[in-house]
């Protein structure tokens, strides 16, 4: 059964933004952290910002100022607003609460910031 659902990427030139959805299930929603985290090539999957049922968020250094994460209740739908996107954003991105559940991890989506 899938748990999480990752939308929302593509293609973006640098200074570009782009907004991620990661559809949950409504228990998964109402009970954990969620997170978004990304995997460049070659490098180790990152914490890149969570949110907690109550509304609270934390951002990974590189990413404060431009990321900006929020969770739509009605939906059960957390999303990532990202302006700013640098090349090294490019990444796939993917959502788990936090901390990680591996059963949780979905397809993820492919984000690419490039001229």
């Known amino acids: 059964q899938v748990q999480l659902v990752e939308s929302g990427g593509g293609l973006v030139q640098p200074g570009g933004s782009l907004r991620l959805s990661c559809a949950a299930s409504?228990?998964?929603?109402?009970?954990?952290?969620l997170g978004w985290y990304r995997q460049a090539p070659g490098k180790q999957r990152e914490l890149v910002a969570t949110i907690t049922s109550a509304g609270s968020t934390n951002y990974e250094d590189s990413v404060k100022g431009r990321f900006t994460i929020s969770r739509d209740n009605a939906k059960n739908t957390v999303y990532l607003q990202m302006n700013s996107l640098k090349p090294e954003d490019t990444a796939v991105y993917y959502c788990n609460t936090k901390p990680i559940r591996p059963n949780y991890w979905g397809q993820g989506t492919q984000v690419t910031v490039s001229s």
């Open positions: 409504r228990i998964i929603f109402n009970s954990y952290v």
